[in-house]
């Protein structure tokens, strides 16, 4: 990092220091880097969740609240639970993890709490001020959240982390889509984790085109919890968030956006924790070799697929439920882990279109090559 003509010259800028600028910086160790967060990572806390191999959780102690060996899908026909095998399912901390990966910043990055102003692009570079000074940047990523789209399908929901009077009833399993709620406003459930025996965090979920009000979803909670008998003893903060379930507008030229910006997030699920990460790895591994351009994070099968799924989802809401049932249904444990986490084999991917609607998936599939509807 220099200094000339009361400019800050830097090798690369990272606008925003979440899950992927946090990442990306932890990793580059032989450039003037910057990385512009205004929030610190107690005011950015939020739940994280991922499938993992239990043998590769150390990297990820310092944030983890809980992991789960087993997870289940319910609805009004019963429920499946799945034994992860080799794979747990883990929720992790924000701010633990975003504290722990500050103090792994190397003395070649800062971290400046401040929001970037002003942004010029200049090739893959630009200029731009922060916290009253200018600077000036080679490469600039940028991995502020995607603008959303007006009328796109969207994952929101209102979260509560909670305690409560008496034991959690099978605490040794996370309940990754409880859909015996209210279905008239869209694809709704509940997502509940259960941290301990009197600790658990519980969310209200809806995919739809639209928002609530947050009082529909902190309703939607308190019916689910009363209808299991939770007594809540204490909330502990709450939580809420929109994650777009359509891709993100067009990448520029400059090919700057990382992370969820850069359409790093599961289409068909709203996972991205996993895909960003490995993102990063792939980036800071090019950028060591003098190539600066950000890795697309899911190959086109992928994303045809969830696109299509999402489709399918759309086109008949009352085969929702059963669609995301059938898919839990279709594999084992290892199995959903691995679709989940986008390394399915080609022969796991055919046990889930298999278990789906025929008809449905068939023309969802066209519409979705020909882009019509």
């Not at 939607?220 to 007594?231: G, M, S, T, V, Y």
């Amino acid at each position: 990092m220099s200094s000339s003509q009361g400019v800050i010259r830097l090798d690369i800028a990272i606008i925003g220091g979440g899950s992927a600028g946090m990442a990306l910086a932890t990793k580059l160790n032989r450039h003037a880097v910057a990385v512009f967060e205004p929030k610190t990572a107690d005011e950015r806390e939020c739940s994280w969740a991922l499938w993992q191999k239990q043998r590769a959780l150390a990297p990820l102690k310092h944030a983890i609240k809980g992991q789960w060996a087993k997870w289940a899908l319910v609805d009004d026909q019963g429920e499946v639970v799945h034994q992860g095998g080799s794979y747990r399912y883990v929720g992790l901390s924000s701010a633990a993890h975003l504290k722990y990966c500050e103090e792994q910043l190397l003395k070649n990055t800062v971290l400046v709490r401040a929001p970037v102003k002003e942004l010029t692009r200049i090739g893959m570079g630009g200029n731009f001020i922060a916290d009253g000074k200018r600077y000036s940047a080679n490469y600039i990523y940028d991995s502020r959240p995607p603008v959303l789209a007006d009328g796109g399908l969207c994952q929101h929901f209102v979260g509560w982390e909670i305690t409560t009077e008496q034991p959690i009833m099978q605490s040794d399993t996370a309940i990754l889509m409880d859909f015996r709620v209210d279905q008239s406003r869209g694809l709704h459930f509940i997502y509940a984790l259960p941290y301990s025996n009197h600790h658990m965090l519980v969310e209200s979920t809806m995919i739809s085109l639209r928002q609530e009000e947050k009082d529909w979803y902190r309703s939607a909670i308190q019916q689910w919890l009363e209808q299991r008998n939770i007594k809540i003893s204490s909330v502990l903060r709450e939580e809420c968030g929109v994650i777009p379930m359509t891709p993100v507008g067009e990448r520029g030229a400059d090919r700057s956006a990382i992370g969820a910006a850069s359409g790093a997030v599961r289409l068909s699920s709203g996972y991205g924790f996993s895909s960003i990460q490995s993102q990063m790895t792939e980036l800071a591994r090019s950028i060591s070799a003098d190539e600066y351009i950000v890795p697309e994070p899911f190959s086109k099968r992928i994303t045809f697929m969830d696109k299509v799924f999402n489709r399918a989802l759309m086109a008949e809401p009352t085969l929702r439920v059963r669609l995301f049932m059938a898919t839990a249904k279709a594999l084992n444990g290892e199995q959903f882990a691995r679709f989940m986490l986008g390394s399915a084999s080609v022969k796991e991917w055919l046990k889930v279109i298999w278990a789906m609607p025929k008809w449905l998936f068939v023309s969802s599939a066209v519409k979705q090559v020909l882009r019509y509807d």
